[in-house]
């Protein structure tokens, strides 16, 4: 199911690239997700700045929106580093290779792995993060962000009966973690910890990184995929 590393591009940080292959990219979506072509044509054929602009507005602000799937189940308990290398083990199966920066738990890496497997094998793979697509989704659509249509999307492919607004009584009490007020709070603990964090530790690893950022945020809904997902 090679569209499914397709939607995983679109999800991602827009680059250069992907602008250079649009033509390639919309034709590849109108034909084995054609749900999806309205949304490619409108994000590929503007101005790459915008769309790098909004990403950044929409995913790399607080964990309510995080591409992390572990980030919605494990948060940061011990569980999430023996998950991350049973899921990495997984990738190493299949012939993947991760550089240093990627956590294998980012989503578009996930949908990536399940392109390269037989069909049965990757729509079973998607129904075990439905949960989770259905939450990115939801937050997403309530947000106004036009990227809760490949949640969307990857829900249909997964024939599952989830839906971004599935999950919307849900969301609709959650605090939003990505307002100036959050992310001021963060970002003062980080200042207040910054020396002390310096002279005990010089982990700069990725998830290192990304669980100081939102270690005092405002913590999201977590959803219980106990019956599945990635291992």
Same mark, same amino acid.
């Given at each position: &199911?090679?569209?499914? $590393?397709?939607?995983?591009?679109?999800?991602?940080?827009?680059?250069?690239?992907?602008?250079?292959?649009?033509?390639?990219?919309?034709?590849?979506?109108?034909?084995?997700?054609? &749900?999806?072509?309205?949304?490619?044509?409108?994000?590929?054929?503007?101005?790459?700045?915008? $769309?790098?602009?909004?990403?950044?507005?929409?995913?790399?602000?607080?964990?309510?929106?995080?591409?992390?799937?572990?980030? %919605?189940? %494990?948060?940061?308990?011990?569980?999430?580093?023996?998950? &991350?290398?049973?899921?990495?083990?997984?990738?190493?199966?299949?012939?993947?290779?991760?550089?240093?920066?990627?956590?294998?738990?980012?989503?578009?890496?996930?949908?990536?792995?399940?392109?390269?497997?037989?069909?049965?094998?990757?729509?079973?793979?998607?129904?075990?993060?439905?949960?989770?697509?259905?939450?990115?989704?939801?937050?997403?659509?309530?947000?106004?962000?036009?990227?809760?249509?490949?949640?969307?999307?990857?829900?249909?492919?997964?024939?599952?009966?989830?839906?971004?607004?599935?999950?919307? $009584?849900?969301?609709?009490?959650?605090?939003?973690?990505?307002?100036?007020?959050?992310?001021?709070?963060?970002?003062?603990?980080?200042?207040?910890?910054?020396?002390?964090?310096?002279?005990?530790?010089?982990?700069?690893?990725?998830?290192? %990184?990304?669980?100081?950022?939102?270690?005092?945020?405002?913590?999201?809904?977590?959803?219980?995929?106990?019956?599945?997902?990635?291992?």
């Amino acid at each position: &199911m090679q569209i499914l $590393k397709a939607i995983g591009l679109l999800m991602e940080y827009p680059d250069d690239e992907l602008w250079e292959y649009r033509d390639e990219a919309l034709a590849l979506i109108q034909h084995d997700a054609p &749900m999806l072509a309205d949304f490619t044509r409108e994000l590929l054929y503007a101005p790459l700045l915008d $769309k790098q602009a909004e990403w950044c507005e929409v995913f790399d602000r607080g964990r309510a929106t995080s591409l992390l799937l572990f980030e %919605h189940v %494990h948060a940061e308990s011990r569980d999430r580093g023996q998950a &991350m290398v049973d899921l990495l083990s997984q990738y190493e199966t299949v012939g993947l290779q991760l550089n240093c920066r990627e956590l294998p738990d980012h989503l578009p890496l996930y949908l990536e792995y399940l392109s390269v497997l037989p069909e049965a094998e990757a729509r079973e793979g998607l129904q075990n993060i439905a949960p989770i697509l259905a939450l990115l989704g939801g937050r997403l659509k309530q947000r106004g962000a036009p990227w809760y249509q490949l949640f969307d999307a990857l829900l249909t492919l997964a024939g599952s009966t989830l839906t971004s607004d599935s999950v919307t $009584k849900q969301i609709v009490q959650e605090s939003r973690d990505d307002t100036r007020q959050a992310l001021d709070a963060v970002w003062e603990e980080e200042q207040v910890k910054f020396i002390e964090d310096n002279a005990t530790t010089c982990d700069s690893s990725p998830l290192h %990184h990304y669980q100081r950022r939102f270690s005092q945020d405002a913590a999201p809904q977590y959803v219980d995929v106990s019956a599945g997902g990635p291992k």
